[in-house]
């Protein structure tokens, strides 16, 4: 049975022998010199969201100039709110780690999954775009659902992979070689199938107080499949496998693009899939760092539409697969 496959990730690890010295303990972000400011929808062009398995050597070379911006940063300015370590980190304080009550309802396993990660990912997007001064620079995601279709993708984007530490999308805290294949049980057409079926929201993508098929299944199998041999647990030492850790990968910002890939997917299956109404959904609220550095408080409401955060994602896979293998 499905159920029988759901790994969960480690929320913490025993053993702190596993941990690199650095691990995060305490994630909260430097303090707000100032009350935060409202969103402002973004003003630029709307801009595609590529796989990263279809990016030009040029795209590629742009997204690796943005990471290593990014890390350049946080060595240059540890205090950065904006720089490497702090990125990662903020989704570590919003996990669970947000032990100064700061950080809100906790964002795994409920109805905020799927607007957090949006709204994380547009902050970390904006930034990069403008590390390297290039505000059409977006995210590439990591298409892990196309089995069956293309078998020379089940596996890590080999940008992220290849190259060792010289590579700034690399992360040597992985389970996995380049080249090894994400097994069909983890991502395969049962499983999308599986989630994009779903009718109610709850159970696409979460409840109050409940995950969605498509945080358990495929997010959940791709988390710890990318830090462990993908047969054990625990994920204790890895990053994408640990949600403390999870976002030092750069993976995680490709894996986290095809899960909200998904939200839209989803939505375009059926005009009876339909995102709740409820104001405890619609009006929860999160802060974080801008581009500029500036605290910024955004609501779910803020995030519905992906072109008001100025991307959109080339394709849409909306063809359930037929073939179940
Ligand atoms: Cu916030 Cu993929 O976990």
Redesign the pocket.
């Known amino acids: 049975a499905l159920s029988q496959l759901v790994p969960t990730?480690a929320q913490s690890c025993s053993d702190s022998s596993y941990f690199p010295p650095d691990y995060p303990v305490d994630c909260a972000p430097p303090p707000p010199k100032a009350a935060p400011v409202p969103f402002t929808p973004y003003s630029g062009p709307v801009v595609d969201r590529k796989s990263a398995f279809t990016l030009t050597s040029k795209e590629v070379s742009r997204l690796q100039a943005a990471y290593q911006a990014l890390r350049d940063l946080t060595e240059s300015n540890p205090d950065d709110p904006r720089g490497w370590l702090h990125q990662a980190a903020v989704?570590c304080w919003y996990?669970g780690g947000g032990s100064d009550g700061q950080a809100g309802p906790e964002?795994?396993g409920s109805w905020y999954f799927l607007p957090w990660?949006r709204a994380f990912l547009y902050f970390h997007e904006r930034i990069l775009a403008t590390l390297i001064d290039d505000p059409s620079f977006r995210l590439p995601y990591w298409d892990w659902d196309r089995w069956g279709l293309t078998p020379s993708r089940q596996m890590m984007p080999p940008p992220y992979s290849l190259g060792g530490q010289a590579n700034s999308l690399f992360d040597a805290l992985r389970g996995q070689s380049p080249s090894a294949q994400l097994p069909p049980r983890i991502t395969g057409p049962l499983i999308t199938q599986k989630v994009l079926t779903q009718t109610e929201y709850q159970t696409f993508g979460g409840g109050t107080g409940n995950a969605g098929q498509l945080e358990l299944l495929p997010?959940n199998h791709v988390?710890v499949w990318s830090g462990t041999d993908g047969n054990t647990m625990p994920n204790c030492g890895t990053d994408m496998g640990v949600?403390a850790t999870?976002a030092r990968d750069p993976m995680?910002f490709a894996?986290?693009s095809n899960?909200d890939r998904f939200w839209d997917m989803w939505l375009a299956q059926s005009k009876s899939n339909q995102n709740p109404t409820d104001p405890t959904w619609s009006q929860q609220s999160w802060t974080f760092y801008d581009e500029n550095a500036t605290w910024v408080s955004i609501q779910v409401e803020d995030v519905i539409h992906t072109t008001h955060l100025g991307y959109r994602y080339d394709t849409l896979a909306t063809t359930l697969p037929t073939k179940v293998a």
């Open positions: 990730m989704h996990c964002i795994h990660h997010h988390h949600l999870a995680f894996h986290h899960v």
